[in-house]
């Protein structure tokens, strides 16, 4: 699979984003952008599409499943893939994420190679982007 690609990771922790940052380079992905919450995603969202999103789900001010709908719900965007990875390992959460279009649902913690393959997997099934 093609490596050229760019990746928006939202998580409040700024560990989080470190590890998976690192996860992402050690798998050939080094255009690696990094929000700590939903606001912060939305300004990087204005300044550029990404070609994947990983979404933490528990983070102050934004909920993640409120930007997820946000940008589901916004014709520019609604074609990124977006990989739900979150400590929150109910059905229900699940479910909803899910149903209001994310690709796939990690629960935390996972291993460097379960994260890259869930990547590669997200990334072989995506929508082409939109001409505009």
Known sequence: ????????IVDDSRTMRRVLTQY???GGITRVMAAS????A????ADGIPDLMILDLNMPGMHGLELLEKVKSDPA?????VIILTVEASQKT???????GAASYIVKPVSREAFLEQVDRVMANRSPCPKG
Do not use: C, F, W, Y
């Open 42 to 45: 939305l300004a990087v969202l």
């Open 94 to 100: 699940m479910n909803e994420a899910l149903s209001q």
């Open 24 to 26: 992402l380079n050690h």
């Open 77 to 81: 965007m609604a074609h990124i893939p």
């Open 1 to 8: 699979m093609a490596r050229d690609l760019s990746v928006l």
């Open 37 to 40: 919450g939903g606001t912060k």
